[in-house]
């Protein structure tokens, strides 16, 4: 008979733990890739690639502050609240006149709580130019 209650007891408090688990409320940020890829690059091509995600949680989620683990990458961000199901982006920076493997990170730090979000930023930029943008000449027609 202990056992029979025991083991009840014990199912009812699994139960409620996951029903509570389940009822979470608050702000969730989710990405769709922890990794900003920059892939094979030339030396000075476009330092700019984003990191989308979408708040799946139930309250708005506000992004305290994001930080690249040096100055050569350079996140921004809307200092909006990102309402839940809306989706928002985070802007990643590379200097990308610094020849060599790219492997970087960017910490996000939300109204989440816990721990940061991390970002790896990695690609690898060659020692070669990146070719110049073809100027556009006036046609006869424009004068």
């Not at 209650?5 to 199912?11: D, R, V």
């Not at 790219?102 to 910490?107: A, D, E, G, L, M």
């Amino acid at each position: 008979m202990k056992n029979v209650i025991l083991s009840l007891a014990t199912l009812l408090f699994v139960s409620f733990g996951l029903m509570a688990q389940e009822t979470e409320s608050g702000p969730k940020m989710e990405f769709e890739s922890t990794v900003v890829e920059y892939g094979t690059i030339a030396k000075n091509s476009d330092p700019i690639r984003v990191a989308k995600f979408t708040n799946t949680g139930t309250e708005p989620l506000i992004i305290k502050n994001a930080k690249g683990s040096c100055g050569c990458t350079v996140p921004t961000w809307s200092k909006e609240p990102i309402m839940p199901g809306e989706s928002s982006e985070i802007e990643v920076r590379y200097t990308t006149n610094r020849v060599g493997t790219i492997n970087k990170t960017v910490r996000i730090t939300t109204n989440e709580g816990g721990q940061p979000h991390v970002l790896r930023v990695k690609g690898k930029v060659l020692n070669e130019e990146a070719p110049a943008e073809p100027k556009k000449e006036k046609s006869p027609m424009q004068g």
